[in-house]
Each structure stands twice: as structure tokens, then as C-alpha cells.
């Protein structure tokens, strides 16, 4: 185990600087102090969101349990808890490289550690609280973000099965595609050459997945192969997006012949088809994606969000087309 709470000179030193920042410039204003008691989850990580400022009773429960975990230096997923909370507190306090290390650690102690059966009772749903505060730091530092997420597939891909690790799986797989559009947000886009990497190792644990039926695994399959593709179109590799969105419809095609239509997974990847196509300048191609879009949406029934923005965000695409015609 790397051990970041093992009692080393550094970790110590790292602990009583946080410690000293956090009381120290925190409550210099005794205004700043808040008297409302934090959120717990059902993995029992504190939440510290809204930008509210740690209580001083906060401060000194939070270090009692990391203190305890750094005398009794319990395996990585006994403490996962604990560091959520503390990356958490550092991610409020603007301590992005300390956050970092910490995220480091915790995902090798993860790789390191050895299961046992009562682990999923002690992680229980820290795969989503993880998820979130992935999330959270993808403005601040989407590095850390990317560790965190990490973190949170050794969890899923351990600890869960079935359909519920499906859609964990594609839970871990949309938050990547925001890091995606953040990195190409700051022309980063080639850093994020290693992370479709990481794509395939999603993509590769739910193919190990054995206790649903084939038409399921083909849809779940699809829906991660759609953020992959989302991933490549938002950083502009856009000739890899159109195979994957090829891919994931030729699944859906194999697995449910023409009933594939009734599939909401399947018009979001035409659309994505299009758009790909669309800034590849594939303008014919990126036409006819966009139609076979629309007519799965006015399709499908079984939708989430307001079928008729979806349309009319299909529409527009395809009037752009048009103009782009008319104007070469």
C-alpha cells in the first residue's frame, strides 16, 4: 500500500499544513462560521457544497477520523470514506495540489488492496459519491477529476454485477465525456489521447459481465460506446466518433433487427453520427444521419428529457446542413 495515511514525515507534515490552513484561514472571520450541521450520504461522506465554509466542528471530526485510519492504517477501502470527505474539504479550500496526492493514493491503495467479502458493505455507494466529486473538480482541476473517476471504476468493477454495474459503468463513462469537453475547452485535447484508454477498459469490464441476457448487454453496450463517441467528437477526432457511433448502431441492428428504432440509444447516435460527420465536412453523410436521428425520436417512447427540444435540436442541425449547401 502507498499509505497516505501510513506516518510518514511528509503525510504528516501535508496533514498539519491543511489542518492549520483550514482552521487557521478558514475562521479568521468569525462571521464566516456556520452553524448548519453538514449533509451525510448513506456512505456517510460529509458534503460541503454551496461553497459553505467548514465548521470548526466539522474541521475537528473530519481529522480525528483521518487520524484514526493513519494509527490503524486499514486497508484502502475501509478509509474511502474518510478521503472523500477530506478531498472534498480540500477541493472547498482551493487546495488543488494536496487533493491531488491524496487522490493519487487512494487510487493506489485501491489497486493494491484485497477485497474481502464485507468490503461492499463498507463501500457500499462510495462508487457514487466518488462520481460526484469527480464531477465537482472537473472546473478546478480535471486531473484530479480523472483520478477520482479512476477511483470510482475500481469500485464498480470489484464490488458490483449485473445491470446495476451496467449502469455504473455508463455513469463513470458520461462523466468522462464532460472531462472531454473540458480538456478541448482549454485545447487540451491531445492530454486526452490516454483517457479513450480508459474508455476501452469500461468498455472491456461490461463485456465481462455474464449474469444479464444478450439483448440487455448489447443496449448497455451501446450506451457506452455513445459517450466514447462523444468523447472523440468533442475532441475532435472526429473520423474515430463516426465508427464508433457505427459500431454501437450495428449492435443495436444486430441485437433487435428492426425494432432497433425503438431505441432512444440508437437516435442519439445518429445524431452524434451526424455531427461528426457534420465537422468532418461530410456534409451528404452528416445529412442523412441526422434524418435517420429524427425519425428514431419521433420513434422511441421511452424518453427522459423533452422529446420535443430533441427534435427541434435535430431540426436545427439539419437547416444548418441546408445552409452549408446552398452556400458552397
Given at each position: ?11 504528516i507534515?501535508?496533514?498539519t ?7 487557521g ?14 449533509t451525510?450520504?448513506s456512505?456517510?461522506?460529509v458534503r460541503?457544497?454551496g461553497?459553505?465554509?467548514l465548521?470548526?466542528?466539522?474541521s475537528i ?25 477530506l ?6 479550500t ?8 491524496f ?9 493494491s488492496?484485497?477485497f ?5 458493505d463498507?463501500?457500499?455507494n462510495?462508487?457514487?459519491e466518488l ?13 484530479c ?8 471504476f ?6 458490483h ?5 451496467f449502469?455504473?459503468?455508463?455513469n ?6 464532460k472531462?472531454a ?12 489521447k490516454s ?6 477498459e469500461?468498455?472491456?469490464?461490461m ?9 440487455t448487454?448489447?443496449?448497455k ?6 459517450p ?7 475532441t475532435?477526432f472526429?473520423?474515430?466518433s463516426?465508427e464508433?457511433?457505427k ?11 428492426d425494432?432497433?428504432?425503438?431505441y ?6 445518429y445524431?452524434?453520427l451526424?455531427?461528426a460527420?457534420?465537422a468532418?465536412?461530410?456534409?451528404m453523410?452528416?445529412e442523412?444521419?441526422y434524418l435517420?436521428a ?6 422511441v417512447?421511452d424518453?427522459n ?13 439539419l437547416k444548418?446542413?441546408s445552409?452549408q449547401?446552398?452556400?458552397?
Amino acid at each position: 500500500m502507498s499509505g497516505y495515511f501510513s506516518k510518514t514525515d511528509s503525510n504528516i507534515i501535508l496533514w498539519t499544513q491543511f489542518m492549520s490552513c483550514l482552521l487557521g484561514g478558514i475562521f479568521s472571520n468569525i462571521d464566516d462560521i456556520t452553524k448548519e450541521q453538514p449533509t451525510t450520504s448513506s456512505t456517510g461522506a460529509v458534503r460541503f457544497g454551496g461553497g459553505r465554509k467548514l465548521t470548526s466542528q466539522e474541521s475537528i471530526q473530519l481529522q480525528s477520523l483521518v487520524e484514526q485510519d493513519m494509527k490503524e492504517k486499514v486497508e484502502g477501502y475501509h478509509k474511502i470514506n474518510h478521503v472523500i470527505n477530506l478531498v472534498r474539504c480540500l477541493f472547498e479550500t482551493d487546495q488543488m495540489e494536496e487533493a491531488k496526492e491524496f487522490c493519487k493514493d487512494l487510487q493506489s491503495d485501491l489497486n493494491s488492496a484485497n477485497f474481502s467479502s464485507a468490503a461492499k458493505d463498507i463501500c457500499n455507494n462510495c462508487d457514487v459519491e466518488l462520481l460526484q466529486l469527480a464531477e465537482d473538480f472537473i472546473g478546478k482541476d480535471y486531473k484530479c477529476s480523472i483520478l477520482l473517476l479512476r477511483c470510482a471504476f475500481k469500485v464498480i468493477a470489484t464490488l458490483h454485477s449485473g445491470e446495476q454495474k451496467f449502469d455504473k459503468l455508463q455513469n463513470t463513462a458520461y462523466c468522462l465525456t464532460k472531462i472531454a469537453e473540458e480538456m478541448s475547452r482549454q485545447n487540451n485535447r491531445n492530454e486526452f489521447k490516454s483517457q479513450f484508454r480508459f474508455m476501452d477498459e469500461i468498455i472491456d469490464d461490461m463485456l465481462r459481465v455474464t449474469e444479464v441476457d444478450l439483448k440487455t448487454k448489447c443496449e448497455k453496450l451501446a450506451w457506452c460506446l455513445f459517450p466514447k463517441a462523444l468523447c472523440f467528437h468533442k475532441t475532435s477526432f472526429n473520423s474515430q466518433s463516426i465508427e464508433d457511433n457505427k459500431q454501437a448502431i450495428f449492435l443495436m441492428k444486430a441485437a433487435f433487427g428492426d425494432d432497433a428504432k425503438f431505441y432512444l440509444v440508437v437516435g442519439h447516435c445518429y445524431h452524434n453520427l451526424g455531427a461528426a460527420y457534420e465537422a468532418d465536412k461530410q456534409l451528404m453523410e452528416a445529412e442523412t444521419a441526422y434524418l435517420q436521428a429524427k425519425h428514431v425520436y419521433e420513434t422511441v417512447t421511452d424518453w427522459n428529457d423533452d422529446k420535443q427540444s430533441i427534435i427541434d435540436l435535430t431540426d436545427n442541425s439539419l437547416k444548418r446542413i441546408s445552409d452549408q449547401y446552398h452556400n458552397s
